[in-house]
């Protein structure tokens, strides 16, 4: 089954985009040229800069039960997938 935006959904996207232009908040759109993994390496390239230095996130420092990562947000390539699956 595709879904088919109504014209609310387009006039609700729109008026996200203007703000979102308006604030100089980034924004991602997506026409279905992109996969999900390509939509993440653009978000993850963004983020990047903010992110702690590569070797915090080294083998062995993560997973659950893992003291340092209980309290850290997921991982930003598979939280994009999750939600480009969601929505797609």
């Known amino acids: 089954m595709t879904y088919l935006p109504t ?3 387009r006039l609700v996207a729109d008026d996200a985009v203007r703000s979102a232009r308006l604030l100089g908040v980034r ?3 997506t026409d279905g ?4 993994g390509d939509v993440a390496a653009i978000v993850a390239g963004h983020v ?3 992110l702690p230095p590569p ?3 080294a083998v062995g420092r993560s ?3 893992h003291p340092e990562q209980e309290d850290r ?15 797609g």
């Open 55 to 57: 070797d915090d996130h």
């Open 73 to 87: 947000p997921p991982d930003l390539p598979s939280a994009a997938r999750e939600i480009s699956t969601a929505a």
């Open 63 to 65: 997973g659950p039960g």
């Open 27 to 29: 924004v991602i759109e």
């Open 48 to 50: 990047r800069p903010y």
């Open 33 to 36: 040229t992109r996969d999900a």
């Open 7 to 9: 014209s609310r959904d």
